[in-house]
């Protein structure tokens, strides 16, 4: 079983459409949660990241970690074309120098 | 704009042949890493370095070798190359320690080997 699953869609959606993307993991030592985008022929970008249970809120971007059920997710509002890309989560512990753990990424697509 | 810069972007290259894809920084980053990515595949990291002449294999098995002789490069050689190492190789650098300093990635190395 890997220690992060993630849904590799694609997930195609209309225009303006609220995005849920989802992460599990089985590790409850993971401390530190990120999400990186990735557009095609381009290396990932970190998008947004996070120490601790709770939301947090970037413009139209909000990361939520639900430590208690193992379970992160990435809140796209407004959603636009632009947006289309693979959407990558990745954790780690707090003491590891160099170790994330990543998801499978998710394909999205926006339809204009 | 990129900071960190791979090349080639594409390589087609016939079994066992060496081959070396280039990574360069310009952050003056400690940390740098080696990825191999798959299609609907996590990323896998192949080594790591925390500095000039430090360099460790990660948790992928890998025939490749890499090397740290200045800190913004950080190439990585493959001596016989086969079919099984076609993929897309993303280099990656940071600050330390890691859980204060994002990942910055370059576009990658798309590698074939026919």
């Known amino acids: 079983q890997k220690e992060v699953e993630q849904d590799p869609g694609p997930l195609s959606v209309p225009e303006g459409a609220i995005v849920s993307l989802n992460c599990t993991y089985s590790n409850s030592a993971f401390q530190y949660f990120m999400w990186y985008r990735q557009y095609s022929r381009k290396g990932p970008e970190l998008l947004m990241y996070?120490?601790s249970s709770g939301n947090k809120e970037d413009g139209r971007f909000t990361a939520q970690v639900d430590k208690s059920s193992k379970y992160i997710s990435l809140f796209i509002r407004d959603s636009q074309p632009s947006d289309s890309a693979t959407y990558l989560c990745a954790m780690s512990l707090m003491d590891s120098n160099y170790q994330l753990i990543w998801g499978a990424g998710t394909k999205l697509i926006i339809k204009p | 704009e990129a900071d960190i810069y791979q090349t080639p972007r594409y390589l087609v290259i016939g079994t066992g042949k060496k081959i070396t894809l280039e990574c360069s920084q310009t952050m003056g980053h400690d940390k740098m890493y080696w990825y191999q990515q798959d299609p609907g595949m996590e990323l896998h990291l192949i080594h790591y370095s925390y500095g000039v002449n430090s360099t460790e294999k990660g948790d992928l098995s890998s025939e490749s070798t890499v090397s740290r002789i200045r800190t913004e490069h950080f190439p990585l050689t493959l001596e016989s190359a086969r079919p099984s190492h076609t993929s897309q190789y993303l280099c990656a650098s940071s600050r330390q320690p890691l859980t204060d300093s994002p990942l910055h990635f370059g576009n990658g190395t798309r590698l074939t080997v026919t």
């Open positions: 996070t120490y």
